[in-house]
């Protein structure tokens, strides 16, 4: 048969084409259902196409490109076109290539359907992100229009509610219109985020070299000295040196030196003292045998030093060498010069009464000897 009317339809078939009256037509045919089906599968696939190709794609408005901060939430309002008749529209975030959409991010519809135009509204609240993003607008109707709008977008991402520096010039985000600014921390804060606490006392205007510093925790900015070291005075960022040895009376023991040190001082006892330098004794050097007394000197120790001076008999410098004195030449002897002798000894001399007299030889102290008497 040419013509369906002269087709005897099997209800199964009919059933089977879902009403569909090329797929009747050749499955009853040609007798074989399957032939039907795929015709229909053809007509059907033919009529999305003839759709799609008198369909328009819905277009997107936009809104008021995004400026937002870390923690921050932001409304992008901005409306679909939809010009097809009975076309239904859905609106998602899709992400561009290399790129996620962030997270806390929602849509939803603003009103009714006006003039063929539906309001939506975008809301976002800005988390960290450590990996590229973008807010891509996507609008697809239902015979395959598309619409699409990448949400221009300046974020900045600092911490503790810290300022960005300005977007640099001719910087716009590229593919996915999304600028990520830098921080700008303030002092109290350091870090790519302004994430972290600054420690001023390792950035270098901490305390006095050996003060302990504590840091004051951010927000607030400074630092916490302890006192200054020992033998220092001050505030703890600064710290001089006390002048012990200006103190009268000083530290040390009266027969000491005192000698400045950072933070301290030195006692050291003087030439001739011996001790700790806070307390000094004299050195006896004639005891110690240390003097530098000449040979036939005689030492006598004095407070912090000592004397040297030629024994009794000699004569020279007694730091080098004292000599023996001859009595009997220079006149010294003491002896009687008619009635005895001057006999010259190592450190003085003798006086021997001469032959005939007797006696100990000093002046008037010789005596005729009675050889009569005493029968000599």
């Known amino acids: 048969p040419e013509f369906s009317d002269e087709l005897v339809v099997d209800p199964a078939v009919e059933a089977q084409c879902g009403g569909n009256a090329e797929c009747i037509f050749d499955a009853t045919a040609t007798g074989n259902i399957n032939v039907g089906m795929e015709t229909m599968t053809i007509t059907n696939e033919l009529e999305i196409q ?27 309002v901005f409306s679909v076109r939809e010009v097809d008749a009975g076309d239904t ?31 939506f509204v975008l809301t976002w ?3 960290a992100i450590d990996v590229n993003v973008s807010l891509q607008i996507v609008a697809r109707d239902s015979n395959g229009g598309v619409a699409r709008l990448t949400v221009p977008v300046t974020f900045c991402p600092c911490n503790n509610s810290q300022p960005c520096d300005p977007v640099e010039p001719g910087n716009d985000g590229g593919e996915s219109r999304f600028v990520r600014q830098t921080c700008n921390c303030g002092e109290a804060y350091t870090g790519e985020v302004c994430g972290d606490d600054r420690d001023e006392c390792v950035a270098g205007t901490g305390c006095f070299m050996g003060v302990e510093c504590t840091d004051v925790p951010a927000p607030d900015t400074g630092i916490i000295c302890r006192a200054c070291p020992e033998g220092t005075t001050g505030d703890g960022v600064t710290c001089e040196d006390i002048l012990e040895c200006s103190d009268m009376p ?3 023991d009266a027969q000491a030196t005192c000698a400045e040190e950072f933070g301290s001082f030195q006692c050291t006892c003087n ?10 004794t004299d050195l006896d050097e004639c005891s110690l045998e240390t003097d530098n007394c000449g040979t036939n000197a005689v ?10 001076e030629c024994a009794d008999g000699f004569e020279g410098d007694p730091m080098v060498s004292c000599s ?11 002896c009687d010069t008619v009635l005895a002798t001057c006999v010259n000894t190592i450190g003085g001399n003798t006086c021997e009464c001469i032959a005939g007299y007797t006696g100990v030889g000093t002046v008037g102290n010789c005596v005729d000897v009675d050889e009569c008497t005493l029968g000599t």
């Open 50 to 76: 003839r759709t799609q190709t008198a369909n328009q794609d819905p277009t997107i408005t936009p809104g008021t490109p995004i400026t937002i901060v870390l923690g921050q939430t932001v409304q992008y």
């Open 89 to 119: 529209v859905t609106v998602a975030l899709e992400p561009i290539e290399n790129t996620v959409v962030p997270s806390n991010t929602d849509i939803v519809v603003d009103g009714s359907i006006v003039d063929n135009v539906q309001v």
């Open 125 to 127: 609240t800005a988390a």
């Open 250 to 252: 000083g530290p040390c």
């Open 271 to 280: 030439v001739g003292f011996t001790g700790s330098g806070m307390s000094c």
């Open 299 to 308: 030492c006598t120790n004095t407070q912090g030093g000592f004397t040297c």
């Open 324 to 334: 023996d004195i001859d009595e009997c030449t220079d006149g010294g002897h003491g």
